[in-house]
Each structure stands twice: as structure tokens, then as C-alpha cells.
């Protein structure tokens, strides 16, 4: 009996502490930089397009928001034909950004994508690339790689030994 | 005053009629009900307000509601419903309408012969005046009524009691 | 026909302060809500959010009014307009100030009584024409909840009665001009007081509409202007218990320098916001609980009260 009036009256002394409450609209909370909102596609520092196709945040994804199609231009570098995230599915969970070898898929801080229309909130490559480098400004993932394309071979990319060449006997 | 006695006393009279005859038990008993309400009002408007009020909360407030709640949990449905329209025939009611018209009969006859108009004007029954009258010359009424009801209290406590597996 | 032209005034006067006040309540009572969980409650309707009443009211009366077609419809109907019409009744009999009171009936806390006992109905009735069976379970629950209440509700004013030597509200209120009852009493009012939350159906005692185990219990089937009402029954049935409190064991209209219904309103809207602030800071019993501490504690309580207080009334007046 005791303890509910106690209890009773504690929240009562609630009415003169300050409401924690932060009026959204009016004054935007602080989010942190690694916050999981709006997923974008970034460009590497050239301005070309860092996602090299490799379904990997389609496997990723725990609720199957994200479809692509890979296709390559005429110098073998690979690049989405058409990619599109159905944000009305997507649960910011961030597995994409995680899977991405090439730091192509970013989630930003933005969460604001409310729509009237269900479809306007189907993503597609146009909505979702952007022309900057998100979070990782210098990294260029054709120039690190040892993949082969149009006007780097084998070797020449950063950091990259020659190729060894089998046929030789000189270690 | 007498405009309102006609009112509810017609109310008292179709409402148990309908009570009588209608086939859903919910909507007879809300009939019953309303027919309480209405003979509350014609205790009411006779000077007796005490007992008016008891008439609500003890008949319409207590005891019906529990008829509503036991009807409820029979869960009575569209059977129950056809089964009533089939007791409802002539044979059934004509025995009760009989002895019921004799006792109108009866009534009318008191009204006619002018005895009963003897009783003169209203005089209201403060709740003082019930209670002197109920702990005074009709104390022993009251002890038996409530020896009455703690025997009951006592048995509803009884057969209301958790078996505990060994007792069984 | 004068005294009945000299009670129209006050009758729409009584009707439309209740209906706006009970309108506010909602307002209100979501704001101190908020206030003790350290938030802010409705505050964009308006200023202060003043206005979310009117835009509840304004959304409710667009809703679809729906009738279910497994209901008993003519039943389903009138449920809604028992609990009204019972609060309001019983208003009737409140005394506000000396001079503003509807009907003084020299029988006004019974006929309180019988109100409060005839509300039940409505609660019953929405949970068995609904044909539902949370509502069934909400109304069944409901029933039992107000049935037990009602008894130790009545014993635990009968206190009151025997110091007041009256029935008549006035006059219960005139008895406390050197001694507000709250003290000779204090358990008649602690009883009361709980027997009205459970009679209200507020937390702690609102299982007969449990949203985490019935839906919403007897008005899972209503919606638009008939849930309104429900909503609007409960709320008049918090301002009714806060007023009886304040007549039967505040002394009512009773204070000193300021007009007495100022006195009275002050008083009330104390007790409503007690009403609040149990709501926040309780949670919900369960049905056993309930029905074991009405039985085995409320009712003897009840009882001894009754008896103490007989037997010093008596003691105070040897000669009769």
C-alpha cells in the first residue's frame, strides 16, 4: 500500500522535471554520421559509377528490396543497367553497405522519404546515384583492383606487383 | 401528475407484455427491465421515492443485470430462438391469459365498487418514515428476511468453494 | 410551469458545461498524461493544443457510423445512450452551488445510486449485441466489475447518510459547514474513492476494456459517433465520481472568500486530476485480483465503517 503511494507520488514529481521530448519538425535531433537512412549509389573520384554489379548487397539484403541488372561498356568495366531499391520494403538495416566491395552502396543520413503514393517510393538508379563520393573520398575501386579493363592491364593498378611471369625462370 | 401515472403505467403494462412475448431471452429481459423502470416511476409519483429508487438499484440495477449476464453466457443463437417461437402457440398461453383475465377481472371489479379510491391524497413516504416503520412494528419481518438471506450467503458460499483434489 | 421555465436555464446550462468540459477532459487528460511521462501531450491543434478536442470531435463525426451485421442492431443502438443518459441523470442531482441544482430530490444519493447501477446496462448490452467475443469477455467482465462495486460503493456512502441524518445532497453538503466528512470518514472516502475507479472503469480497474488481452473489450464493434459516445460516457462519468467526492466528503460548494462554485469546481477538478494521475501511475489489476480485493478487503471495510460510524452516531444522540 505503502509502495503505491510511493509510486503514485513519484509520478507525480514527474510534472516539474522537463519533458525529454525534442519537437521534430521545429528542431532536428543531431544524427550521427554513421546513421542508416536513405540508401544512395556513389561515384568514384573520375565521376564514374563505383558499382561494379556484383549483386552482392541483393544477396545481402535481409527483405529483398534491391534488384539489379549488371551489364559492361566496350572497355570490360562492369556497371548496373538498371538498379532499383523499394524503399517501401527496405528496414535500414545496412547489410548492403557491409557487402559492397567497392563502397558503391552508402546509407546516408537522411530519412525523410515519407510519400502519398506507395510506388513513388521504388528507387530507381537515376534517384539513387549521386554525383559526389559519400563517405570515402579518394577510393577508386578499378584503380586498386587487379582486374583487367580498358587502358589498365594487369599490374598497373596502386600498390600492384607485375604479374609473375610463368614461363620465365627468373624468380 | 395523473398524465404521468397513465404514461408509465401503460409503459409498465406493454413492456411486460412484450417481456412475455418476446422470443430473443436479451430483448425480453430488457423489456422486464424497462417494465421495472416504469413501475418505479409509478411508485415515484405515489410518495413512495425511498422505494422507487430501491426498485432501480436492487431489481433493474442488481438482479437483472445478472439475468443479462447468465443469458449472455449461454450464448443463446438463432435456435434457442426458433425453439421459443415453437412453445409460443395457443395451448401454451391460453391457461395463464385465463387465470390472468380473472385477476383483471377482479381488479376492474375493486375499481368499480370504489374501495380502493378510498385511500385520499399522496403522501410522500420520506425514507425516515419506511425505516421506522420497517425496525418498528415489522422488525421480525426484517430478522426473517435476513435469517433468510445469510443462510443463503453461507450455502452460495459453500457450493462456491475451490475443491482441492484431495477433497473431491 | 414556473418552476419548470425557472429550470430550463439552469438545465441547459448544466448540459452544455458538462459536454464541453467533458470535450476539454480529453485534452486535459492526455496533456498531464504527458506531463508525468516527461512529454508534452497534444500541443499543435492550437494554442496549447486547446483545440484537439474539436478536432477529435470534427474526426470522429466524419467516420463511417457502422453497424455490424452480426449485431442485434436495435440493442447495439441503444447502448451507447445508456451511459449517457444515466451520467447525465445522475447530474440532476448534484447540488453545484445552492442555487444550481436541477432536481432536489430528498432522495438524490439514491438516485445517484440507481444510476450509476443503470450504466451498467450499457456496458453489458455493447458487449452482448456486438456478437463478438472480445466484447462478450469485456461485457461479462464489465458486469461483475460494476455489480461488486456497486454494493460496497453504496455501504461505504451510507456513512455519510447517518452523519448527514439526510439523503438529500443539499443537505448532506449544509452538514459539513464545521467538519468536511473527509475526516470522520476518511475510510467511507478511500472506499468510495476506488469504488468509483473501478465504477468508472478508469486504470487500474479497467479490464473490461483491456486493450492487451480483449481488443477493446465491450467497444471493439463500435466506431464514429457511438464509440464517441462511450468516450464521452467515460469522461462524464469522471467528472460525476470527482463531483459526489467533492459533495459528499469535501464539502461541496463550502469555502472560505471565493463564490461557491468556483469552491466547487477548484475541488473537483482536484479530484479529476487525481483520477489522471492514478491512471499514469498504475498498471491495470488483473481479474482475480480485482474481484478477491473487492470481496475480501473493500467489503468488510465497508462494513466495519458502517458499523463504527452507526454505533458513535448513535452514542452521540443517548436521548432518542
Given amino acids: 500500500m505503502l509502495k503505491l503511494l510511493k509510486g503514485i507520488w513519484l509520478v507525480f514529481l514527474r510534472a516539474f522535471t522537463r519533458p525529454v521530448t525534442i519537437q521534430y519538425p521545429d528542431e532536428k535531433p543531431y544524427l550521427p554520421p554513421r546513421w542508416r537512412g536513405r540508401i544512395i549509389l556513389s561515384r568514384d573520384p573520375d565521376g564514374e559509377e563505383r558499382c561494379v554489379g556484383c549483386y552482392l548487397c541483393s544477396v545481402a539484403c535481409p527483405?529483398?528490396?534491391?534488384?539489379?541488372?549488371?551489364?559492361?561498356?566496350?572497355?570490360?568495366?562492369?556497371?548496373?543497367?538498371?538498379?532499383?531499391?523499394?524503399?517501401?520494403?527496405?528496414?535500414?538495416?545496412?547489410?548492403?553497405?557491409?557487402?559492397?566491395?567497392?563502397?558503391?552502396?552508402?546509407?546516408?543520413?537522411?530519412?525523410?522519404?515519407?510519400?502519398?503514393?506507395?510506388?513513388?517510393?521504388?528507387?530507381?538508379?537515376?534517384?539513387?546515384?549521386?554525383?559526389?563520393?559519400?563517405?570515402?573520398?579518394?577510393?577508386?575501386?578499378?584503380?586498386?583492383?587487379?582486374?583487367?579493363?580498358?587502358?589498365?592491364?594487369?599490374?598497373?593498378?596502386e600498390h600492384e606487383a607485375a604479374p609473375v611471369d610463368v614461363r620465365s625462370l627468373m624468380p | 401528475m395523473t398524465g404521468a401515472f397513465y404514461l408509465a403505467a401503460l409503459v409498465a403494462a406493454v413492456s411486460t407484455g412484450l417481456a412475455i412475448t418476446s422470443l430473443n431471452a436479451v430483448h425480453a429481459l430488457l423489456y422486464l427491465i424497462v417494465s421495472f423502470l416504469a413501475v418505479a416511476v409509478v411508485f415515484f409519483i405515489f410518495g413512495a421515492p425511498f422505494i422507487a429508487m430501491l426498485e432501480i438499484i436492487i431489481y433493474a440495477g442488481a438482479i437483472m443485470v445478472l439475468f443479462v449476464f447468465v443469458v449472455m453466457m449461454l450464448n443463446l443463437g438463432r435456435r434457442a430462438i426458433e425453439q421459443e417461437a415453437g412453445w409460443l402457440t395457443p395451448r401454451m398461453w391460453i391457461g395463464p391469459s385465463i387465470l390472468s383475465a380473472t385477476l383483471l377481472g377482479e381488479l376492474l371489479y375493486l375499481f368499480g365498487s370504489g374501495i380502493l379510491s378510498q385511500a385520499g391524497g399522496i403522501t410522500v413516504q420520506t425514507p425516515k418514515q419506511v425505516s421506522v416503520v420497517l425496525l418498528g412494528p415489522y422488525l421480525i419481518g426484517i430478522e426473517l428476511a435476513s435469517m433468510l438471506l445469510l443462510p443463503g450467503l453461507v450455502g452460495a458460499y459453500h457450493l462456491g468453494r475451490r475443491l482441492n483434489s484431495e477433497d473431491a | 410551469m414556473n418552476e419548470v421555465a425557472f429550470r430550463l436555464p439552469i438545465i441547459a446550462g448544466v448540459l452544455v458545461t458538462l459536454l464541453t468540459l467533458s470535450a476539454l477532459l480529453i485534452w486535459l487528460e492526455r496533456r498531464l498524461l504527458g506531463f508525468w511521462q516527461e512529454r508534452y501531450g497534444p500541443n499543435r491543434v492550437g494554442p496549447f493544443g486547446l483545440l484537439q478536442s474539436v478536432a477529435d470531435m470534427i474526426k470522429i463525426f466524419m467516420?463511417?457510423?457502422?453497424?455490424?451485421?452480426?449485431?442485434?442492431?436495435?440493442?447495439?443502438?441503444?447502448?451507447?445512450?445508456?451511459?449517457?443518459?444515466?451520467?447525465?441523470?445522475?447530474?440532476?442531482?448534484?447540488?453545484?452551488?445552492?442555487?444550481?441544482?436541477?432536481?432536489?430530490?430528498?432522495?438524490?444519493?439514491?438516485?445517484?445510486?440507481?444510476?450509476?447501477?443503470?450504466?451498467?446496462?450499457?456496458?453489458?448490452?455493447?458487449?452482448?449485441?456486438?456478437?463478438?467475443?472480445?466484447?462478450?469477455?469485456?461485457?461479462?467482465?464489465?458486469?461483475?466489475?460494476?455489480?461488486?462495486?456497486?454494493?460496497?460503493?453504496?455501504?461505504?456512502?451510507?456513512?455519510?447518510?447517518?452523519?448527514?441524518?439526510?439523503?438529500?445532497?443539499?443537505?448532506?453538503?449544509?452538514?459539513?459547514?464545521?467538519?468536511?466528512?473527509?475526516?470522520?470518514?476518511?475510510?467511507?472516502?478511500?472506499?468510495?474513492?476506488?469504488?468509483?475507479?473501478?465504477?468508472?472503469?478508469?486504470?487500474?480497474?479497467?479490464?473490461?476494456?483491456?486493450?492487451?488481452?480483449?481488443?477493446?473489450?465491450?467497444?471493439?464493434?463500435?466506431?464514429?459517433?457511438?464509440?464517441?459516445?462511450?468516450?464521452?460516457?467515460?469522461?462524464?462519468?469522471?467528472?460525476?465520481?470527482?463531483?459526489?467526492?467533492?459533495?459528499?466528503?469535501?464539502?461541496?460548494?463550502?469555502?472560505?472568500?471565493?463564490?461557491?462554485?468556483?469552491?466547487?469546481s477548484i475541488k473537483t477538478f482536484l479530484f479529476i486530476c487525481l483520477f489522471i494521475l492514478l491512471r499514469a501511475a498504475l498498471p491495470r489489476l488483473r481479474f482475480d485480483q480485482l474481484m478477491a480485493f473487492g470481496w475480501k478487503v473493500m467489503l468488510p471495510l465497508a462494513l466495519v465503517n458502517l458499523t463504527v460510524t452507526g454505533a458513535l452516531v448513535l452514542a452521540g444522540h443517548p436521548s432518542k
Fill in chain 3, 63 to 264: 467516420k463511417e457510423d457502422w453497424v455490424p451485421p452480426f449485431a442485434d442492431k436495435a440493442v447495439f443502438v441503444i447502448a451507447p445512450a445508456v451511459i449517457i443518459v444515466t451520467v447525465l441523470m445522475s447530474f440532476a442531482v448534484v447540488p453545484f452551488t445552492p442555487s444550481i441544482v436541477v432536481a432536489d430530490l430528498n432522495i438524490g444519493l439514491l438516485f445517484f445510486l440507481a444510476m450509476s447501477s443503470l450504466s451498467a446496462y450499457s456496458v453489458v448490452l455493447a458487449g452482448w449485441a456486438s456478437n463478438n467475443k472480445y466484447s462478450l469477455l469485456g461485457g461479462l467482465r464489465a458486469s461483475a466489475q460494476m455489480l461488486s462495486y456497486e454494493v460496497f460503493m453504496g455501504l461505504s456512502l451510507m456513512g455519510v447518510v447517518m452523519l448527514a441524518g439526510s439523503f438529500n445532497l443539499g443537505d448532506i453538503v449544509e452538514a459539513q459547514r464545521d467538519l468536511w466528512f473527509c475526516i470522520p470518514q476518511i475510510l467511507g472516502f478511500i472506499i468510495f474513492l476506488i469504488a468509483g475507479l473501478a465504477e468508472t472503469k478508469r486504470i487500474p480497474f479497467d479490464i473490461p476494456e483491456a486493450e492487451a488481452e480483449l481488443v477493446a473489450g465491450f467497444h471493439t464493434e463500435y466506431s464514429g459517433m457511438k464509440f464517441g459516445m462511450f468516450f464521452v460516457g467515460e469522461y462524464l462519468g469522471i467528472i460525476l465520481i470527482s463531483a459526489m467526492i467533492t459533495v459528499l466528503f469535501f464539502g461541496g460548494w463550502q469555502g472560505p472568500w471565493l463564490p461557491p462554485a468556483i469552491w466547487f
Fill in chain 1, 63 to 157: 527483405v529483398d528490396c534491391i534488384a539489379l541488372q549488371a551489364t559492361e561498356d566496350e572497355h570490360g568495366r562492369r556497371y548496373p543497367a538498371w538498379f532499383r531499391i523499394n524503399f517501401s520494403r527496405c528496414i535500414f538495416c545496412g547489410y548492403c553497405e557491409e557487402a559492397c566491395p567497392t563502397y558503391a552502396i552508402q546509407l546516408t543520413t537522411d530519412f525523410e522519404m515519407s510519400e502519398h503514393d506507395r510506388r513513388n517510393l521504388v528507387y530507381e538508379k537515376e534517384d539513387l546515384l549521386i554525383s559526389g563520393t559519400g563517405k570515402y573520398p579518394g577510393y577508386n575501386f578499378y584503380r586498386v583492383s587487379g582486374v583487367r579493363i580498358g587502358g589498365k592491364d594487369k599490374g598497373e593498378a
